[in-house]
C-alpha cells in the first residue's frame, strides 16, 4: 500500500517538474467584500470558495453543483499585495532582467481589483503599492545607471486606437512588427528615461490624470479601456559586464552576450497590462453603445480571449492580427507559448501562426546573426485573474475564471499528451522507484553524515562548555580579587580623603581665625588712621599756636628795643638837662625831674622787667611747646611705625590667607577628584558584578544548551532510529513491488504464446475492478462473486469507452490507500496487456 501511494505521488510530482519553468502561469484573486456586497449581502451561499493549499477555486453555482479549478497560485481576500508581487510579477521581473521579455496582465470584472493590483501607487500606505511600482523599484535596484538605460512608456487602448498617456496629443499610434524577428514596435509613442522611482510615479501620476481627463472628454469610461506599461531595459554597450544583473557570459569580441555559444541580445522589456474590464465582452453593443465603439469596444478582449482559446486547443491558426492588443502582446505573450514545451531559452520562434503547426516542437538555435530572435522566444508571462465574491456576479466570475483555465491548459494538453502511454509510465515509474531508492540512500547518508556532524558538534559543544566553564570559573575568581582589592582601595581612599577632610577643616578654622585677626587689623588701620588725622590736626594747631608765639615775641622784641632805644634817649636827655641846668636852682629843679624821671624809668625798668619775665615765660612755654611737639612728632613717628608695621602683618595675613584658600581650594579639587574616583571605582564594581552576573547567566544559558543539544540528539538518534525503520520497511516494500513487477512480466511472457489464456487472465483482473468501478470505494468489494467471461468483456470494453483513464488518475489520487492500490493494479495490468 505505502509502496503503491508512493508511487502515485511520484507520478503527480514528476511532471511538473519539467513542465512547470515553461508555463503561461496564470493566478486568481478575491477581491475582499466592499460595502456593496455587504449590504446585498441576501446570497444565501458563498460562489467562491478558495482552497489556498491545494491551489484550487471551488465556484459553486448552487447548493449543489459546484466545480473545482486548479491554478498557479489562489489569493485570498487577506493576501497583500507584497505577496502577490512576489508570487505574480516577482520572477517575471526577474528573467526581464536577465534578458527575456516578461508580461503581466492582469483580467477580471470591473471592480474586481485589477487597478488595484498592478496600478495602486500606494502614496498613502506603502504596504498598498501594486505591481507596477514594485516591479520598478526591483529593476533599479539591481540595473546600474552607468551601464543600463531605464525606460518606460504609458499607453492605453481605447477603440482600437493607441493614445500616449504621457503625451495625450499623440493619439492613433500606430503598431509595427519588424517582419524578421517579429518584434512589435510603436513609433512616436513617448519613451521617458527613468531616472529614480520618484520620478516613475509621477510618470504614472501623469499618464492616469490624462487618462481620466481623455477619457472625461471623450465621455467614456476608463473600464473599457487597457493601459500598457511598457519598461524597456538596455544595457548599454560601454557598460561594464561586472555591473550586469544576469549570469549571463558575454563575448566581448563581438559585444553581444554568448551563453552556451548562442547570441541573446542585451535589450529586454516587460508588459504590464491593466485590462479593460472583462464583463465588456458579452454585452458590447447590446447597452446602447454608439455604433462605432459597440464595433470596437471589445475587440481587443475577444481577439485576447481567441487567441487564448487557440494556442489552448493548438489550433493551426492564432488571430493574432485581428486586434491591436492582441498584436501589442504578440512578441511577449504568444512567444512564450510556443516555447512551453521546450526547456530551453534559447530558442528560435516563427510567426505565431506557423510556430503551432510544428507538432512535433522542432526548434533552432539563435545565430549570432540574428540575435534578436531569442529574445522573442523567451518571454514570460503571468496573468492574474481577479474576481468578486458576490455570487450576484456568479455569471461574470465564471467566464472569468474559464479564461484563466483556458490560459492554463495551454500545457495541460502537453501533459495528457504523455500521459495515455502506461509504458513509459511504467518505465518512469521504475525510473522513480529507483530514483526514490538512491534517495532514500542518499537521504540516509545524509541523515548519519548529519548525525555524526551532530555528535561532533554536541562534542565541541562539550568541550567548549568545559572550556567556558573553566574560564568563567577563573574569570569570577579574577573579579572576586579583583573585587576584593577594590573593595580595600575605596577604603583606603575614604580614610584618606577623611584625613583630608580633618585637615580641610582645621584649614577653615585657620582662615576663619585669619579672616577675624584681618578684620581686628583693618579696624585698627582704621583707628590709626583717625589717630593721625587727630594728630595731624593738633600738629597743625601747636605750630599755629608757635608762629602766633614767635610773632608775639618779635613784637616783644621789637618793643623791647623801642623801649632801650627810648631809655637810650631819655639817658641822653637826662645827661643833656644835667650839664644845661645850674648847679643850685637847677638842682631842685632838677631834682624834681630827676625824681620823676627817675619814677619813670623805675616804671620803665620795671615794664622792661615784666616785658622780659613775659618773654622768657613765653620763651620757656615756646620750649614747651616746641618739647611737646616734638615728642608729638616722636609719638606720629612711632604711630605711624605701627600702622606700617601693622600694614605689614595685614599683608602677611592676607597672602597667608590667599595662600591657605588656595591650598584649601586644591584640598577641595582633591576632594573632589577623590569622590570621582571613589564613584568611578563604583561604577567599576558595579560593573564587574554586572559582568559577574551575566557570565553566570551565559553559564546557565550554556547550560540550557548544552540540554537542549543533548535532548536533540536524543530526538535525532530516536529519528534515525525511526527512518532505520522506515527503510526496512520501504525496502521490504520495494522488493515485493519488483517481485511483483517480475511477476506480471512473466505473466505476460508466459501468456506471450497463449492469447487466449491472457485474455482470460485480463478478464479475469478487470473484472475484478469493473465490479463496482462506478465510485472509487466500489473498488474495495473484491470479494463479490466473478462475473461470466462475457461479462468481463464487456467490462473491460465499459472501462475504455465509460470510465476512461482520467477516472484511473483521479483514483491515483484519492485519500484512500486501498482505492489507490487497486488503481495501481488496473494501471500495472493494463501495461502488462
Ligand atoms: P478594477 O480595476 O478591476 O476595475 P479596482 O482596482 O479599481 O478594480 O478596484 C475597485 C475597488 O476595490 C477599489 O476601490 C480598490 O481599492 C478595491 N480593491 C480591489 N481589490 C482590493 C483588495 N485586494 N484589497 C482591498 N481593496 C481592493
Ligand atoms: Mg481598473
Redesign the pocket.
Known amino acids: 500500500k505505502f509502496a503503491s501511494r508512493f508511487l502515485i505521488q511520484c507520478f503527480f510530482l514528476f511532471f511538473p517538474f519539467t513542465k512547470e519553468l515553461a508555463r503561461v502561469r496564470v493566478f486568481v484573486?478575491v477581491?475582499?467584500k466592499?460595502d456593496e456586497d455587504l449590504l446585498s449581502g441576501g446570497d444565501s451561499f458563498e460562489c467562491v470558495e478558495l482552497q489556498p493549499e491545494l491551489k484550487r477555486l471551488k465556484l459553486r453555482k448552487n447548493n449543489w453543483n459546484s466545480e473545482s479549478y486548479k491554478f498557479d497560485e489562489v489569493f485570498t481576500?487577506s493576501a497583500t499585495q507584497k505577496r502577490v508581487y512576489e508570487v505574480v510579477a516577482k520572477p517575471v521581473v526577474e528573467s526581464v532582467l536577465n534578458g527575456y521579455n516578461g508580461t503581466v496582465m492582469a483580467y477580471?470584472q470591473?471592480?474586481?481589483?485589477?487597478?488595484?493590483t498592478v496600478g495602486q501607487l500606494g502614496k498613502e500606505d506603502p504596504s498598498e503599492c501594486g505591481i507596477m511600482v514594485r516591479a520598478m523599484k526591483d529593476i533599479l535596484a539591481n540595473t546600474s545607471p552607468g551601464s543600463f538605460t531605464v525606460e518606460i512608456s504609458y499607453l492605453q487602448l481605447y477603440l482600437e486606437s493607441v493614445q500616449d498617456l504621457l503625451l495625450p496629443e499623440k493619439n492613433n499610434i500606430p503598431i509595427v512588427e519588424d517582419p524578421k524577428t517579429g518584434e512589435v514596435s510603436l513609433p512616436g509613442s513617448v519613451v521617458i528615461k527613468v531616472q529614480d522611482l520618484y520620478h516613475f510615479v509621477q510618470l504614472l501620476q501623469i499618464g492616469e490624470a490624462n487618462r481620466h481627463a481623455a477619457n472625461t472628454k471623450l465621455n467614456t469610461e476608463s473600464?473599457r479601456s487597457h493601459t500598457i506599461l511598457t519598461v524597456y531595459i538596455h544595457k548599454n554597450s560601454q557598460g561594464k559586464a561586472g555591473s550586469e544583473p544576469s549570469s549571463l557570459a558575454r563575448d566581448t569580441k563581438i559585444g553581444v552576450p554568448v551563453q552556451n555559444g548562442v547570441a541573446t541580445i542585451l535589450k529586454s522589456k516587460l508588459l504590464i497590462v491593466?485590462l479593460a474590464?472583462s464583463e465588456r465582452i458579452d454585452k458590447s453593443g447590446s447597452e446602447g453603445h454608439m455604433l462605432e465603439e459597440a464595433k470596437f469596444i471589445n475587440l481587443s478582449l475577444t481577439s485576447l480571449g481567441k487567441c487564448i482559446n487557440a494556442l489552448a486547443e493548438n489550433s493551426p491558426h492564432i488571430p493574432t492580427r485581428d486586434s491591436k492588443l492582441t498584436r501589442l502582446l504578440r512578441d511577449s505573450f504568444g512567444g512564450y507559448l510556443y516555447c512551453a514545451s521546450l526547456s530551453s531559452r534559447h530558442l528560435t520562434v516563427h510567426d505565431l501562426g506557423h510556430s503551432c503547426c510544428h507538432k512535433d516542437w522542432t526548434y533552432e538555435k539563435a545565430t549570432l546573426g540574428v540575435p534578436q530572435v531569442s529574445e522573442i522566444g523567451s518571454a514570460r508571462t503571468s496573468l492574474m485573474i481577479?474576481i468578486g465574491p458576490s455570487a450576484r456576479n456568479y455569471a461574470e466570475t465564471a467566464s472569468t475564471v474559464m479564461f484563466g483555465q483556458r490560459a492554463m491548459k495551454v500545457v495541460n494538453m502537453v501533459k495528457l499528451k504523455e500521459e495515455f502511454d502506461y509504458e513509459s509510465l511504467c518505465r518512469k515509474l521504475e525510473c522513480q522507484v529507483d530514483y526514490l531508492t538512491a534517495e532514500l540512500e542518499r537521504q540516509q547518508k545524509s541523515r548519519e553524515d548529519d548525525r555524526e556532524e551532530m555528535e561532533k558538534k554536541l562534542r565541541d559543544c562539550r568541550n567548549s562548555f568545559a572550556e567556558l566553564e573553566k574560564d568563567l570559573v577563573s574569570r569570577s575568581e579574577f573579579l572576586e580579587n579583583e573585587n576584593s582589592h577594590l573593595q580595600l582601595e575605596i577604603r583606603s581612599t575614604f580614610d584618606e580623603l577623611k584625613l583630608q577632610k580633618d585637615h580641610n577643616d582645621l584649614l577653615n578654622d585657620e582662615v576663619a581665625r585669619l579672616e577675624v585677626t584681618l578684620e581686628e587689623s583693618k579696624e585698627n588701620h582704621l583707628e590709626n588712621s583717625t589717630y593721625q588725622k587727630v594728630l595731624a590736626d593738633t600738629t597743625q594747631m601747636y605750630e599755629k599756636k608757635i608762629t602766633e608765639l614767635i610773632e608775639e615775641l618779635e613784637d616783644e622784641h621789637a618793643c623791647f628795643g623801642i623801649a632801650q632805644e627810648e631809655l637810650h634817649v631819655v639817658k641822653k636827655v637826662l645827661s643833656d638837662y644835667q650839664t644845661s641846668f645850674p648847679v643850685g636852682e637847677m638842682k631842685i629843679h632838677g631834682q624834681n625831674e630827676i625824681d620823676e624821671l627817675r619814677l619813670k624809668l623805675r616804671e620803665i625798668c620795671e615794664l622792661y622787667k615784666k616785658t622780659v619775665q613775659e618773654f622768657q615765660s613765653l620763651k620757656t612755654e615756646n620750649e614747651e611747646l616746641m618739647f611737646q611737639k616734638i615728642q608729638e612728632q616722636n609719638e606720629v613717628a612711632e604711630l605711624r611705625m605701627k600702622v606700617q608695621e601693622s600694614f605689614q602683618l595685614h599683608e602677611k595675613t592676607l597672602k597667608e590667607l590667599q595662600h591657605m584658600s588656595r591650598k584649601n581650594e586644591d584640598l577641595i579639587s582633591e576632594q573632589i577628584q577623590g569622590e570621582n574616583e571613589i564613584k568611578k571605582l563604583t561604577v567599576k564594581l558595579q560593573e564587574m558584578s554586572n559582568l559577574h552576573e551575566k557570565t553566570v547567566n551565559e553559564l546557565q544559558s550554556l547550560q540550557a544548551g548544552q540540554k537542549t543539544l543533548l535532548s536533540e540528539k536524543a530526538m535525532l538518534d530516536e529519528e534515525l532510529c525511526k527512518t532505520k525503520q522506515r527503510m526496512s520497511v520501504e525496502e521490504k516494500q520495494r522488493k515485493y513491488l519488483e517481485d511483483e513487477n517480475a511477476k506480471l512480466i512473466k505473466l505476460v511472457d508466459e501468456n506471450d504464446g497463449d492469447s487466449e489464456c491472457k485474455k482470460q487472465h485480463l478478464n479475469g483482473i478487470t473484472g475484478e475492478i469493473s465490479s463496482g468501478f462506478g465510485t472509487p470505494m466500489s473498488l474495495l468489494k473484491l470479494h463479490q462473486p466473478r462475473e461470466s467471461i462475457s461479462g468481463q468483456k464487456a467490462t473491460v470494453a465499459k472501462i475504455y469507452d465509460e470510465v476512461g483513464l482520467p477516472k484511473i488518475i483521479s483514483m491515483l489520487s484519492s485519500e484512500e490507500l486501498e482505492v489507490q492500490t487497486h488503481a495501481v493494479k488496473v494501471v500495472a495490468n493494463l501495461a502488462a496487456e
Open positions: 484573486r477581491r475582499p466592499n481576500e477580471g470591473t471592480g474586481t481589483g485589477k487597478t488595484y473600464s491593466d474590464g481577479t
